[in-house]
Each structure stands twice: as C-alpha cells, then as structure tokens.
Nanobody, 124 residues
Framework: QLQLVESGGGLVQPGGSLRLSCAAS????????IGWFRQAPGKEREGVSC????????NYADSVKGRFTISRDNAKNTVYLHMNSLKPEDTAIYYC?????????????????WGQGTQVTVSS
C-alpha cells in the first residue's frame, strides 16, 4: 500500500515562508496525481493545490493563488508545496494525498492514499 510522509511544517510569523514535502518510500509516485489539503480546527478539510502525474498541470485554491507553488521531483519521489506570504488563516494541518490518475483535482474523497499530516502554524 502506498504510504506518504509529509514534513516541513512548523511555526512561522505572518509573511513568512515554509516548504512542505510529501515523500513515498516503497512506491514510485510517477503515476500518481498528488494533492495538498488542509484542515483547520472546527473546519472541513479543503483542497489547497494539486499537480498532475507528469507535473505539467497544476491547480490552486483561490485563497492561495499567487502565494503557494506546488512542484514535484519524480527522481526524488517527492512533491513540494512552497508557501510564501503566509497568513494566520493558513494555520492548519496540511496533508498530502495521492490519486492513481494523470490529472488532479481538489476533491478530498477522490484520493485514496493520505499521509499523516504536518502542522503549520502562522502566528506572531
């Protein structure tokens, strides 16, 4: 079974940056579209960004457009989420998820494989 591991979360001040990583150890991610999702306390899980299996297509939630960038390095079997100009409302647990398909979307139920999540806290 595909297992995903997120890393890179932490505490950052408003306006700061973080880079999240999503890695798989035993299976190649080459054939998987990858999505990043987040869940804040008391809120539903929401899609943040996703990238197609080839990396040629990406999608972003309106709330993060222009601030977040998703990328993938298939040679390292890793997908990244670069987060800039962070705001307090970005505070959440961030999850990566995999979908065995070329194209991605921001619909959580479509993704069968999930990581354990990494906490991102934006606060002064």
């Amino acid at each position: 079974q595909l297992q995903l591991v997120e890393s890179g979360g932490g505490l950052v001040q408003p306006g700061g940056s973080l880079r999240l990583s999503c890695a798989a150890s035993e299976f190649t991610l080459d054939y998987y579209a990858i999505g990043w999702f987040r869940q804040a306390p008391g809120k539903e899980r929401e899609g943040v960004s996703c990238i197609s299996s080839s990396g040629g297509s990406t999608n972003y939630a309106d709330s993060v457009k222009g601030r977040f960038t998703i990328s993938r390095d298939n040679a390292k079997n890793t997908v990244y989420l670069h987060m800039n100009s962070l705001k307090p409302e970005d505070t959440a647990i961030y999850y990566c998820a995999a979908l065995l398909f070329r194209l991605c979307n921001l619909i959580p139920p479509d993704y069968p494989y999930w990581g354990q999540g990494t906490q991102v806290t934006v606060s002064s």
